[in-house]
């Protein structure tokens, strides 16, 4: 049994706060993947399924952000689970919006939801790092992370949690490549580069191609050849 989690903060307040993207990316796999009806418990909603050939718990811990180690060390403790069947969806200042990296272990980087989850079960678990950009400057961090995305975000914040919900039932066993696959095939492609004009240069042998006759010369064959021995 694994266990998946997404970090957020609970209450209409914050439901599309960018701090919550580890929220939307549970209720995604939860909604694609038919799990069952959320239930309370742990102080916080879970809900329970199958992910390709494993059992899987989704936990939204509902504590707020800064005391959600205390809802997942209840659930753990409660399954019997191990720091190493835990999987944490979370936002990511320092990728890019859109991008997804996979990681086990390592520091909290001042994120307070990891943070609290380094107290109450260790750093042990696999992180689901999901970007959201940086808004530039250290003191603007807090506001921009409890701001809702923003409108033009719609489109790369849909892909990316399809993408998520795509490749759940290859993170759930193990294959990490083929779930970073999954999300960058929903990725919008990149636009393709308009055309170069031709070069002046055949590229074969560099010959510069053949001039157009100038139409606007009237001499004679014989004229020309004379003039050019002038």
């Not at 019997?80 to 990511?92: C, I, N």
């Not at 678990?125 to 400057?137: D, K, S």
């Not at 409108?151 to 294959?175: H, I, N, T």
Request: hydrophobic share 35%; no cysteine.
């Amino acid at each position: 049994m694994q266990l998946f989690v997404g970090l957020g903060n609970p209450g209409a307040k914050y439901a599309r706060n960018r701090h919550n993207i580890g929220f939307m990316a549970v209720d995604r796999i939860a909604q694609d993947h038919g799990f069952g009806a959320w239930k309370g418990k742990f102080h916080g909603a879970l809900t329970e399924g199958r992910l390709g050939s494993e059992k899987v718990l989704l936990l939204k811990p509902e504590t707020f952000m800064n005391l959600s180690g205390q809802s997942v060390g209840e659930a753990m403790r409660f399954y019997k689970l191990e720091p190493a069947d835990v999987t944490v969806f979370h936002d990511e200042l320092d990728l890019a919006p859109g991008k997804v990296r996979v990681k086990t272990g390592g520091g909290h980087a001042g994120h307070n939801g990891l943070r609290s989850l380094h107290q109450h079960i260790g750093e042990a678990y696999q992180r689901v790092r999901l970007g959201i950009g940086h808004p530039g400057r250290k003191d603007l961090v807090t506001h921009y992370v409890l701001q809702d995305f923003a409108k033009a975000d719609a489109d790369w914040l849909d892909d990316l949690l399809r993408g998520v919900s795509d490749g759940a039932p290859d993170l759930a066993e193990g294959r990490n490549d083929r779930f970073l696959n999954a999300v960058a095939q929903r990725r919008a492609p990149e636009p393709k580069p308009a055309p170069r004009k031709a070069a002046e240069d055949t590229p074969a042998t560099g010959a510069k191609r053949a001039e157009k006759p100038d139409e606007s010369d009237t001499r004679t064959p014989l004229q020309k050849l004379v003039d050019k021995f002038r």
